[in-house]
Nanobody
Framework: QVQLAESGGGSVQSGGSLRLSCAAS????????LAWYRQLPGKSREGVAT???????NYANNVKGRFAISLDTTENTMYLQMNSLKPEDTAMYYC?????????????????WGQGTQVTVSS
């Protein structure tokens, strides 16, 4: 059974940093398209970052230069380092993984999802 367990969310002031973790069991993250998404109540899900098995990454324009997605293969855990946080980054954040590479569209509707972790940034 595949499980993605997120942690690391919380409340932080504007300009602060947080690191989200997504520990996986039952799946080898190193051979999957990995992605982070976020969602506000009543709003559609927004892609934040993706990481392909070949190491290539992509970021939403509004987080580029501030967020970094990474994978620790020994821990089978993916991360989202978030720096220079802004109030508009406040959302529920979800990690996701799919066997299809991000380049081939694996990020569109991932197979595996975490339960979500709340990030709140105050001004």
């Amino acid at each position: 059974q595949v499980q993605l367990a997120e942690s690391g969310g919380g409340s932080v002031q504007s300009g602060g940093s947080l690191r989200l973790s997504c520990a996986a069991s039952g799946v080898n993250l190193g051979i999957h398209c990995l992605a982070w998404y976020r969602q506000l109540p009543g709003k559609s899900r927004e892609g934040v970052a993706t990481l392909d098995p070949d190491g290539s990454t992509n970021y939403a324009n509004n987080v580029k230069g501030r967020f970094a997605i990474s994978l620790d293969t020994t821990e089978n855990t993916m991360y989202l380092q978030m720096n220079s946080l802004k109030p508009e980054d406040t959302a529920m954040y979800y990690c996701a993984a799919d066997p299809i590479s991000c380049h081939s569209g694996g990020y569109v509707n991932p197979t595996y999802w975490g339960q979500g972790t709340q990030v709140t940034v105050s001004s």
